[in-house]
């Protein structure tokens, strides 16, 4: 492009500075950057960019433009004291009326074109804090963090608004899926209404989920205490155009699940707010102890939220027998989940459980008979998740309810071998979803959860069996009678007060008696045994007894009606011959004209 005069042919580059001294060399501008990853240079500097090559230079190639520009260092070049994603138009910040402007020479260089120059710092990417806290809500970051707040900003970032924040400062990967075990405080006061509520309205006249979620609200506890939409969705319910929902009219949209628990704690962790009611306020920290809570935490966006088991928008009372949380309708409202196989298997979990617990004992009390006292899922597992105490032994869990059982299973052989060689459980005999009603059964037989399936037939612990059965078998058998003498007793119309009182003097070493079978010690059972054997076999003679008496009674009564029939019969007959004496006498003095009797 510039060649050299034709007299200079064959000359080499060291003769060249023999004659031209450098003196021009100053006013050659140095690349400002470094040229690795740039070595084409017309890609930028070409006549028509915005950094344009001087007309002598036209038709250079980008091979000889470091033969005069020299190369300066690359700290003469800012780097980039954070990350691209999602800030890839720099003028946004950088424009020459912005925070943080560009030089006066940049003007009129295109966004494209800054990380020609610019590269993100190593050692700077993160130099811009992670934000630990979702944003929703929280869009005025100087609320906590100006000048003077509990959070001050560093001070070369005075001056700059709110929304010029999230420009540098990301929302942390964890958190923008799981939040903060903090409350988050609701950012929205329910506004008063100057007409209708825009919200409801327009709803549900949109119909479909929209007017499904509005309905479900209108019969919430939360519709009825006056909680709205702009509770957890922000926005204007007195406009009644788009803009009830536009940022201006603070609207949230819809909460993400990791914002759930924290939205609804910011009202029920306030004991203000939840005294009139008689909540606690303890739920927001017990689900953070659950397993849901905790797998919410790593981003597990699968497991249930207040949301999930309240009912959604249709929250109502606990005791309300519609509730998803009553217990009747807890177990299939927890199924929803723990039933899906597919779900579960992501983490080892049966998906039976419910199939099970309905043809237990306990499903049974609960489903068919309505017995309010049975358990449900959350009496063993926890309500919002703070496991019970000794949660991971099941004899403990099962101990809330039978104390006294518990009691006895504590003093037991059984639990003894818990420690040493893996004695059984609750669970061992009587199951764990699908607790079945305890029968005299399980002493017989080697099926499973039968005695017979640990201790072998001839051995000495199954000898103990057999007397354990043997006593409790002797005393149930007792009773029965006991009970059936007695009824018969009452149908034949005894009074038998006495026997009741005995037979219900029985009942109560019996109960002790099957509970204590759990210490597995047969003497103590046989002693209870017996005790209640003797009180029923009391009250079976004393019933039967009365029913020989009557026996005797109803002979002697009938014994007293025959000779009183007996007794009438004859008086009878003596009256007939007096009325026919009488009347011949009457019949002679007639015709003997003399009254009766006279002479």
């Known amino acids: 492009m510039r060649p050299v005069p034709a007299d200079h042919t064959g000359r080499t580059n060291e003769m060249c500075a023999v004659c031209h001294e450098a003196a021009n060399l100053g006013v050659i501008p140095p690349v400002p950057h470094l040229t690795e990853g740039r070595q084409a240079c017309l890609g930028c ?87 630990p806290h979702a944003t929703t809500g929280r869009e005025d970051c100087l609320a906590c963090h100006d000048t003077g707040r509990a959070r001050p900003f560093p001070a070369d970032h005075q001056g700059r608004p709110s929304d010029s924040c999230l420009d540098c400062h990301q929302v942390g990967s964890a958190v923008a899926i799981a939040p903060s075990t903090r409350v988050i405080p609701t950012p929205i006061s329910e506004p008063q209404l100057f007409g209708e509520n825009s919200c409801v309205t327009c709803h549900l006249g949109l119909g479909g989920a929209s007017a499904q979620n509005t309905g479900d609200w209108q019969a919430s506890v939360h519709a009825a205490q006056g909680v709205g939409c702009v509770s957890c969705h922000g926005g204007d319910p007195n406009q009644a155009d788009a803009g009830a929902m536009s940022p201006a009219a603070g609207f949230l949209g819809v909460p993400s699940k990791g914002q759930i628990p924290g939205l609804c704690a910011s009202c ?70 723990h039933a899906d196989a597919a779900l579960m298997a992501s983490y080892s979990i049966p998906s039976d459980q419910y199939q099970l617990y309905q043809t237990s004992v306990h499903g049974a009390a609960v489903l068919q008979k309505q017995d309010l006292r049975a358990p449900t899922c959350s009496t063993c597992h926890g309500v919002h998740g703070a496991a019970p105490p000794g949660f991971t032994q099941v004899a403990t869990v099962c101990g809330q309810c039978h104390s006294a059982t518990q009691e006895y299973y504590q003093k037991g052989a059984h639990k003894a071998g818990l420690t040493g060689q893996g004695g059984p459980g609750c669970i061992t005999c009587h199951g764990q979803h699908d607790v079945a009603p305890p029968t005299l059964d399980l002493f017989q037989g080697a099926e499973e959860r039968h005695c017979g399936a640990c201790h072998a037939a001839g051995s000495p612990a199954a000898a103990q069996v057999d007397k354990i059965y043997e006593a409790l078998k002797g005393a149930d058998d007792a009773y029965t009678e006991a009970e059936a003498a007695i009824a018969q007793a009452r149908t034949a119309r005894l009074i038998v007060v006495q026997q009741e009182e005995l037979l219900q003097k029985a009942i109560t070493p019996l109960i002790e008696a099957r509970a204590s079978q759990h210490t597995v010690i047969v003497a103590d059972i046989q002693a209870k045994a017996k005790e209640s054997t003797d009180l029923s076999k009391q009250a079976q003679a004393s019933a039967q007894a009365a029913l020989k008496d009557i026996d005797t009674r109803r002979t002697g009564m009938i014994v007293a009606l025959a000779v009183i029939l007996l007794v009438a019969v004859s008086l009878i007959l003596i009256k007939r011959d007096l009325d026919r004496r009488l009347e011949a006498e009457r019949a002679r003095a007639k015709e003997d004209g003399s009254a009766p009797g006279s002479g």
């Open 45 to 131: 500097h070409d006549a028509g960019e915005m950094v344009p090559v001087p007309v002598d230079h036209a038709g250079r190639t980008d091979e000889m433009c470091t033969a005069c520009h020299d190369v300066l260092v690359s700290e003469a070049i800012p780097t980039i004291p954070h990350p691209l994603e999602g800030r890839e138009d720099c003028l946004v910040c950088h424009g020459s009326a912005q925070l943080r402007p560009f030089p006066a020479d940049h003007h009129g260089r295109r966004k494209e074109t800054c990380t020609v120059c610019h590269e993100v710092g190593i050692g700077n990417v993160t130099a811009a804090p992670h934000i």
């Open 268 to 337: 029920h962790s306030n004991v203000e707010l939840m005294r009139p009611y008689n909540i606690p306020i303890d739920q927001f920290e017990q689900y953070w102890q659950s397993q849901h809570g905790k797998a919410l935490l790593t981003g597990d966006g699968n497991v249930a939220t207040c949301f999930d088991c309240h009912g959604g928008h249709k929250v109502l009372k606990a005791d309300d027998p519609a509730a998803t949380v009553y217990p009747t309708n807890e177990p299939a409202m927890c199924a929803r989940c």
